[in-house]
């Protein structure tokens, strides 16, 4: 968040992830705080795109199922 608002405005686009230990965990099941996030995003951005990033995964499609659910449940789509 330091970072997004240090930069009002200009975020066109931004790459999302997950930050956790856990290596198969998704949006909302890390550290970040997604709601403040999307918030600034949505208000304060002036973001057009969202990029959702998973590293890695041993079943890649199970995780993309997460993934849009946890996004689901952020309002995101």
């Known amino acids: 968040m330091a970072v997004l608002n240090k930069y ?15 290596p198969e965990a998704v949006i909302g099941e890390d550290t970040i705080n997604w709601p403040g996030v999307f918030e600034f995003c949505e208000t304060r951005g002036n973001t057009e795109w969202y990029i959702l990033e998973h590293e890695s995964s041993q079943t890649p499609l199970p995780t993309v199922a997460r993934s849009y659910e946890a996004l689901k449940k952020l309002g995101k789509v």
């Not at 009002?8 to 856990?22: E, N, Y």
């Open 8 to 22: 009002p405005g200009r975020v066109r686009t931004i790459h999302i992830k997950p930050f956790s230990k856990d």
